[in-house]
């Protein structure tokens, strides 16, 4: 059932927010795209180009740009929340005064908050609290902006509780490029988005090491059996680590070359500090904050994480990561299952 041409808002204009509002405009959407940084607005406004996130990229003239968040949510029928998750309170707080009563909300952040390890759909909850929590929609997949930007074709997966909200999100955003599944398993969706950060940095690191294809398909495989096991601990239905928020998005990321959290694993297998990479990166590496959170879940649900708790020793306590494999490989044997 089409909605026909609604206003939508995009908070924010990163590369992930900016691909989103391309699949909305493509759609025929009213697009609103809020940034805090006013000659982004200017240069998407003037140039159709967002040139530090989506360098190659022409946007649709129809994408308008804005630093009022009033401007951008006031009356719209549906709001994308496409922040880092270190923002995510912040922006979800901020819409707050505008949101309409029947407004949707859709949330496409990987992550968790460091301090309370809130799942992402649960801190929007708290800051929008008149809003039905059943009615967030969280969107994941493998999905990486830069290939939906040129309209490569695209699967994704979006989750709420109550499941016509998903609809209306998958009805907004589906067309011949971009394929939209619905779920009603929030919790699943959101851990297995989170968690193969981690396993990609791993796998950067495994493949800036040169220990080969062997190690890597080693790292998907007992990776994701890693997020399954606190996933499920956490809520989330077992099924859901099989599909798109799970072993596609853990695939995608960690084999594209796209992949921030690939890449920055393979800058600190050349030895770079966490602190050279993430500034040469100069964009959002979920997986070094998401190791920190899942490493302290993983022990409050008593799970075993063997990989991540590896990947935080050399993120965070200096461990040199050849000996972390090495101490991976020479862990207590084991059934596999
Ligand atoms: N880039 C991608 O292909 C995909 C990204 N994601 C997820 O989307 C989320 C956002 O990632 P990207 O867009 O890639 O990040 P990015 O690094 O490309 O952009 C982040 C944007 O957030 C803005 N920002 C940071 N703190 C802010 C604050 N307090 N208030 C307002 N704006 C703030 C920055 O100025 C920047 O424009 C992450 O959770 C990421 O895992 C999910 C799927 C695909
Ligand atoms: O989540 C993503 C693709 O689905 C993007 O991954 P990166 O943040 O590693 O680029």
Not at 61 to 69: D, E, F, G, K
Not at 92 to 100: D, E, F, N, W
Not at 119 to 143: K, T
């Amino acid at each position: 059932m089409s909605q026909g041409r609604i206003k939508t808002a995009v908070l924010v204009a990163g590369s992930w927010g900016t691909a989103i509002a391309s699949v909305l405009a493509d759609n025929g959407h009213e697009v609103w795209l809020w940034t805090r940084n006013e000659s982004q607005a200017a240069e998407i406004n003037a140039s159709h180009r967002n040139s530090r996130f989506l360098s190659d990229a022409v946007l649709s003239p129809s994408i308008r740009s804005t630093v009022s968040m009033e401007e951008a949510a006031k009356d719209a029928a549906a709001v994308f929340i496409v922040a880092p998750s270190s923002a995510m309170r912040e922006v979800a707080a901020s819409i707050r005064p505008h949101l309409g009563k029947d407004t949707l909300v859709v949330h496409a952040t990987k992550g968790f908050e460091i301090g309370s390890l809130k799942r992402m759909s649960e801190v929007i909850a708290e800051e929008l609290p008149a809003y039905d929590p059943r009615r967030i929609v969280v969107l994941s997949g493998p999905s990486h902006a830069e290939e939906v930007i040129r309209r490569c074709p695209t699967t994704i997966v979006v989750a709420a509780d109550e499941l016509a909200a998903a609809e209306s999100a998958q009805d907004l955003l589906i067309n011949s490029d971009f394929r939209v599944y619905t779920n009603d398993d929030v919790v699943g969706v959101e851990v297995g988005g989170a968690l193969k950060n981690i396993i990609a940095l791993g796998a950067g690191l495994s493949d800036g090491l040169g220990f080969g294809d062997n190690a890597k398909a080693a790292l998907l495989t007992r990776g994701l059996a890693e997020i399954t096991r606190l996933g499920m601990a956490m809520g989330g239905d077992p099924m859901t680590f099989s599909g798109l928020a799970g072993i596609g998005d853990l695939v995608v990321t960690c084999t594209s070359r796209h992949s921030r959290n690939w890449r920055a694993g393979s800058m600190l297998a050349q030895g770079l500090s966490l602190e050279e990479v993430l500034s040469r990166l100069g964009m959002v590496v979920e997986g070094v904050r998401t190791t920190q959170a899942a490493y302290r879940l993983a022990m409050q649900y008593k799970i075993t994480m063997p990989i991540t708790a590896e990947l935080h020793r050399v993120l965070f306590e200096g461990k040199d990561p050849k000996t972390a494999v090495e101490d991976l490989m020479e862990r207590d044997r084991k059934h596999e299952n």
